[in-house]
C-alpha cells in the first residue's frame, strides 16, 4: 500500500519560515504530479500547490510568491518552503497525488503560525 510521510511542521512566528517534506512510496512517483494540500481546523481540506513530474509549479492564490514546491525524484520526495509565513497558514499539510489524490494520506505535520 501506498505510504505518504509528512515531516518538518512546527511552531513558528508570523514572518519566519518552514520546509516541509513528504516522502512516499508510490511507485511511479517521477511520473505523478503531486501536491500538498492544507486543512485548517474547523475547515475543509484545500490544495496549496501542484508540481508535475517535469517540475511545472502551480500554486493557491493565498500562497503565491510565499511558498515553492519541490521534488526529488531520485529520493521520492516533495517538499513546500513556506516563507513570509501568516497566522492563516496555521494547520496541518498532507502531501498527495495530483489532479487526482490517493484515498490514502498521510498523517500530515501541523505548521502552527503565532500572531
Known amino acids: 500500500q501506498v505510504q505518504f510521510v509528512e515531516s518538518g511542521g512546527g511552531l513558528v512566528q508570523a514572518g519566519g519560515s518552514l520546509r516541509v517534506s513528504c516522502a512516499t512510496s508510490?511507485?511511479?512517483?517521477?511520473?505523478?504530479?503531486m501536491a500538498w494540500y492544507r486543512q485548517a481546523p474547523g475547515k475543509q481540506r484545500e490544495w496549496v500547490a501542484s508540481?508535475?513530474?517535469?517540475?511545472?509549479?502551480n500554486y493557491a492564490d493565498s500562497v503565491k510568491g510565499r511558498f515553492a514546491i519541490s521534488r526529488d525524484n531520485v529520493k521520492n520526495t516533495v517538499y513546500l518552503q513556506m516563507n513570509s509565513l501568516k497566522p492563516e497558514d496555521t494547520a496541518v499539510y498532507h502531501c498527495?497525488?495530483?489532479?487526482?489524490?490517493?484515498?490514502?494520506w498521510g498523517q500530515g505535520t501541523l505548521v502552527n503560525v503565532s500572531s
Open positions: 508540481i508535475s513530474g517535469g517540475g511545472d509549479t
Open positions: 498527495n497525488r495530483w489532479p487526482t489524490a490517493l484515498e490514502v
Open positions: 508510490l511507485r511511479t512517483f517521477r511520473f505523478n504530479a
